[in-house]
């Protein structure tokens, strides 16, 4: 098993620009969501989805686009790149809420 | 929405010695508690996870203890390896609520 996949690993970006961040696990899982890790700041939730077909806004959610398209995958889109989007972005899932949550690989996006 | 402190930010022992990271959460609603380990370059894996019907849990030399009524629970390593060296992050999340909060991080250093 693959567990959950992202791409792409590293991005760079121009200010303005958009993007769509790809996140597939194959475990099953129910809910799947989008965070954001910055230096100091530990991982705060962009966005959720508790079960296909439902999205919800997390802690940092401006900015940010998602789409559940099916139970696997689970995108992250930005439609009009900023500096300050400038992090680490992660996709996790887990079977259902209050379970233990399994990381993809991260993806390392730069705005310039 | 709940929010998630964690101390100390770094923490640097010898070999051999116990570390131990404490967290606050402000909801009383929350009543799992996880703890991820992030190595440098790495995505979080979880390592230790407590519910809050339990007080306290442990996994060989890994514990982690959960005051419900002080909204606190901390981890707690024994006998220290350089292995163990990482970013360690706790979270907390009520049931039927994703918005599953992150500590800040403790990069834990152990000296050979």
């Known amino acids: 098993n693959a567990g959950v996949t992202q791409t792409p690993k590293f991005q760079v970006l121009k200010t303005g620009q958009s993007m769509t961040l790809q996140c597939a696990q194959d475990m099953n899982h129910n809910s799947m969501y989008w965070y954001r890790q910055d230096p100091g700041m530990g991982l705060r939730l962009i966005y959720y989805s508790a079960s296909e077909g439902t999205t919800d806004k997390g802690e940092v959610p401006n900015g940010y686009n998602v789409s559940r398209l099916n139970k696997r995958e689970f995108s992250l889109r930005l439609e009009s790149a900023a500096p300050s989007q400038t992090s680490v972005y992660f996709c996790a899932s887990s079977e259902v809420q209050v379970t233990e949550a399994f990381f993809g690989q991260g993806t390392r996006l730069t705005v310039v | 929405g709940e929010n998630v402190e964690q101390h100390p930010s770094t923490l640097s022992v010898q070999e051999g010695d116990s570390a131990v990271i404490k967290c606050t959460y402000s909801?009383?609603?929350?009543?799992?508690f996880p703890w991820y380990k992030q190595e440098l370059g790495k995505r979080p894996q979880l390592i230790i996870d407590i519910r809050s019907n339990v007080g306290e849990k442990k996994d060989q030399r890994i514990a982690v203890t959960l005051n419900k009524t002080a909204k606190h629970f901390s981890l707690h390593i024994t006998e220290t390896q350089p292995e163990d060296s990482a970013v360690y992050f706790c979270?907390?999340?009520?049931?039927?609520?994703?918005?599953?909060?992150f500590g800040a991080g403790t990069r834990l250093t152990v000296k050979p």
């Open positions: 979270a907390a999340s009520a049931y039927n609520n994703n918005d599953m909060r």
């Open positions: 909801d009383s609603a929350s009543n799992y």
